[in-house]
């Protein structure tokens, strides 16, 4: 309890503390990447992490006269709700004295997992079909409580979902790294950077991983991303643990 009455916030585990934490930045690259590009293959060209990207599918398909799917139409908002939702709850849990970083990676876990349930309960139905849609919504709410918690329960996490601005971020950080004037600016360049490549080489090996196995399996890749969300929740109780 803070001096004032008020409950003091449960400080956010650090990417700069133990190995685990440097990790899992990595891990959650992987599950947006693999999510991302499931999405995309599955569910009728549906961005799940990049979730701008259906704002341009979706004028591109009004420019050229074609259906929009109405899982894009939803995304965008359903991504800001869960966004706010996730806020709120960030916020009572700080109330309450309850460190909230393992809680939302069991919170995305659950989410992941049921898409995997939902998509795999029947057979394949079409990708506009309700079915498919709630997949869909299911995967971009499990992506915005993943983009939620990175900004307010990781301290110092890159974007795991958002790769132009942290191969910009990263490129930034080399160039300051050569041409810094002082010795503590290159120092903070080169940490920067040391969290930031494996959030790109995450996401790009998430999309590839995703890629391989919706050819394989189908709707069942989604088995990727939510067994690695199931390891990003382990993640979390050794970090909080070790707090």
């Known amino acids: 309890m803070a ?37 995309f293959l599955g569910l009728n060209g549906l961005f799940t992490a990049h979730i701008t990207g259906n704002l341009i599918l979706i004028a591109a398909r009004i420019v050229n006269g074609s259906a929009v799917g109405l899982a894009h139409m939803l995304s965008v908002p359903i991504f800001i709700l869960v966004l706010g939702l996730t806020r709120l709850l960030v916020a009572g849990l700080d109330a309450a004295g309850i460190a909230s970083l393992r809680l939302l990676l069991l919170l995305q876990f659950l989410l992941l997992a049921g898409s995997l349930a939902l998509g795999v309960a029947g057979p394949p139905v ?9 997949v869909g919504m299911l995967v971009v709410s499990a992506m915005a409580v993943q983009n939620a918690l990175v900004q307010i329960s990781l301290k110092g996490a890159p974007s795991t979902a958002v790769m132009t601005t942290n191969v910009t971020r990263f490129m930034m950080d080399v160039g300051e790294v050569l041409f810094a004037k002082t010795l503590t600016q290159a120092a903070q360049a080169r940490r920067r950077a040391q969290h930031t490549w494996p959030a790109i080489v995450g996401f790009i090996a998430g999309a590839g991983l995703g890629a391989a196995c919706f050819a394989a399996v189908g709707m069942w890749s989604l088995a990727l991303p939510t067994s690695l969300a199931l390891l990003a929740v382990a993640t979390g109780l050794v970090a909080e643990t070790k707090a």
């Open 3 to 39: 001096a004032d009455g008020r409950t003091a916030r449960v400080s956010a585990p650090s990417v700069e503390g133990s190995l685990v934490m440097r990790l899992l930045p990595g891990v959650l690259s992987v599950i947006a990447g693999s999510a991302d590009i499931i999405g």
């Open 126 to 134: 079409a990708p506009d079909a309700p079915e498919s849609i709630l």
